[in-house]
């Protein structure tokens, strides 16, 4: 579809598109959208330190720069600024999809943080200010993100926000220790894998102390056995610790000390078959499911411990994802069971794992997700332009090169490329999600299990039908009107987007072409090509090109007026050229009555700016 929806109302508007000729096989997609009132800002604020990352302890300068969107900076404006602060973990060894991590990192937005200072300034002749930020020294080892909010307003009293950051870490360096496997016999030996890098990714010689601990849901710890390694100039060695005869859950923890005396640390998890195992703490019906890795690829094999905390229990495993996959009845020798699953390309991204059993009057079940990334999947995108920068109303070329994981060209592939106005990205972020995401995310588990011990019916009394089931809600969609027309805008010089294309096909050399006119708009040109192949292999790529001019004229009136209002409109007139102009500033306008100011010739100094003001007030409603 495209401008063929005649929407003139405000609000949220959802589109569903189905397919197939009913029936079963009939599949839907749904989508939406906003239609808003709004004013595209006319600059971006962004916040730059002059260092990525500190020591905790030590202060970090930071750049706020104000841009307008056709590349010139927003000169004199008056600054506002706040530092927040809130806990960062290093992203080295982070794993997104781990529940524990993903929790911890929830405190890392751009809207988190403790205030620690608010203060005022003013930009200079560059669209600058240079400011201090402190750090503090951590009391239990954290690191922490510094966070400057900057709200810049500009001679035509228009106020734009943005925000910048900077790490500061407790130590110099990070240590991780990672365990061959999670999961270890009782009575073998456990290798371990100990590194140690700085925050640039560089590996670091040091000495680090390994401890095996058994502990309990109650976080209680009790040394089992402990050694020290040698790191060499790689930053990596590997120990090997003695594991005990006890089946349960322990940790491996890792410390160093870094060149400024401070202690950092790594712990990680591992599992011993057998023993009695005390699970979920007040929870004892849930059973746990540990791998022996993190990630797989096809043609592996997961091997997987389930542990039921039941001696001799028969466990109902099945794999699942839209439906299952596989099902099997195993009986647990001890208080664990080992389950083996080939990996096929099938499961990717992902496929999930459940284990059932029931003993004594109650279910036991437990799951797990086991990661299938999609690496084969994943299209390389370039665009570029003939130029980076263009004059209004002049063509651009864009080309789009696309090649597969292994550097081959990727031919056929279809692409959508739209170049929108970057402004509008400043009203809203673009929140579309990563398309390889959008294909290839979480495979959620479609299947339920459900056990005659927990049955029950609720019905409804009267005359009305009961819905005894119900697949999904009913849809509550917008009502498109036909009959409803939109009136074209006067602004049709300066529209938002200026492409729109989703039928761009790369040829046999994996490139692809798309011409644009520029339109009026002097601004930042946003292009956004998204595409994929019949074999769902999927990429996207952003490119961003000014279109400007050297002598500018900016207008700044109100949004809207109420009746007895006086408002002063103001005409901002902006010379980058190499030496002073003069210029005539006039006003025409209709409904308005004009109270005071007339038409005049300014002087405009190189990479200066003149401002005209009229008053008036509105003749009528």
């Known amino acids: 579809l495209h401008d063929a929806l005649p929407i003139s109302a405000l609000g949220s508007y959802y589109i569903q598109v189905k397919s197939g000729g009913g029936g079963t096989e009939e599949g839907f997609m749904t989508g939406n959208f906003e239609v808003e009132a709004y004013k595209k800002p006319e600059y971006e604020v962004r916040v730059t330190p002059s260092k990525g990352r500190v020591l905790e302890g030590e202060s970090v300068q930071a750049v706020i720069d104000a841009r307008y969107f056709f590349g010139e900076p927003v000169s004199g404006a008056k600054v506002k600024y706040s530092v927040y602060r809130n806990p960062y973990w290093f992203p080295l060894w982070y794993d997104p999809d781990d529940e524990a991590d993903a929790d911890q990192n929830d ?60 790490i500061a870490t407790y130590g110099s360096f990070a240590i991780n220790v990672t365990p061959e496997s999670y999961v270890y016999e009782p009575g073998s030996r456990a290798t371990l894998t100990i590194q140690a890098r700085d925050y640039d990714n560089h590996p670091v010689s040091t000495r680090a102390h390994v401890a095996l601990l058994r502990w309990n849901y109650k976080n209680d710890e009790t040394l089992i056995s402990a050694t020290d390694v040698e790191l060499d100039a790689s930053g990596e060695a590997k120990t090997a610790l003695q594991i005990p005869s006890q089946g349960g859950s322990y940790r491996v923890r890792a410390t160093a000390k870094t060149p400024e005396g401070r202690e950092v640390s790594s712990t990680s998890y591992l599992w011993i078959a057998g023993g009695n195992w005390a699970l979920g703490g007040g929870n004892r019906n849930n059973i746990q499911i540990v791998p022996d890795k993190k990630t797989y690829k096809a043609g592996d094999t997961a091997k997987l411990l389930i542990v039921a905390g039941q001696p001799g229990a028969a466990v109902y495993v099945t794999v699942e994802g839209r439906d299952i996959r596989q099902q099997k009845l195993v009986r647990a020798q001890g208080s664990t069971v080992a389950f083996e699953l080939p990996v096929d390309a099938k499961f990717e991204p992902g496929i999930t794992v459940n284990a059932t059993f029931i003993r004594d009057g109650a279910q036991w079940s ?27 109303g002049e063509t651009a070329e864009y080309s789009i090169d696309v090649t597969d994981n292994g550097g081959k060209p990727v031919p056929r592939a279809e692409f959508s490329v739209g170049v929108v106005d970057e402004a509008i990205y400043g009203v809203r972020p673009d929140t579309t999600e990563n398309i390889l995401s959008f294909f290839f995310g979480h495979n959620y588990d479609a299947v339920n299990t459900q056990s005659s011990l927990e049955y029950f019916f609720s019905g409804q009394a009267g005359k009305r039908r009961m819905q005894l089931a119900e697949l999904r809600p009913r849809s509550r969609l917008a009502q498109l009107k036909p009959e409803r027309l939109v009136q074209p805008k006067v602004r049709k010089a300066f529209p938002d987007t200026a492409f729109w294309s989703a039928a761009v096909v790369t040829d046999a050399k994996g490139h692809a072409r798309a011409k644009v006119e520029f339109p009026d708009s002097l601004t930042t040109w946003r292009a956004t090509a998204r595409g994929i192949t019949a074999d769902t292999s999927v990429g996207s790529a952003v490119l961003k090109t000014i279109v400007r001019k050297n002598l500018i004229l900016r207008l700044a009136t ?45 002087t405009i100094p190189s990479r200066g700016e003149a401002k005209v003001d009229w008053r008036g007030k509105p003749r009528q409603t």
């Not at 408002?567 to 003069?582: D, E, F, G, M, P």
């Open 366 to 392: 437990g799951a797990k997700y086991i990661r299938i990334p999609p690496v084969d999947h994943e299209m390389n995108v370039r665009v570029a332009t003939d130029k980076p920068q263009y004059l209004p």
């Open 107 to 166: 405190g890392d937005s751009d809207f988190a943080g403790d205030q620690l200072t608010e203060q005022e300034g003013q930009l200079d002749a560059d669209g600058k200010l240079t400011i201090e930020v402190p750090t503090a020294t951590s009391d239990h080892g954290n690191d922490f993100r510094y966070r400057v909010e900057a709200h810049v307003t500009d001679a035509a009293n228009r106020e734009i926000s943005g925000t910048g950051g900077v």
């Open 558 to 602: 109100p949004r809207f007026l109420v009746q007895g209002d006086e408002v002063t409109i103001s005409a901002l007139v902006h010379n980058y050229l190499t030496s002073a102009k003069t210029a005539r500033v006039s006003l025409d306008v209709q409904g308005l009555e004009v109270l005071s100011g007339q038409t005049q010739d300014v």
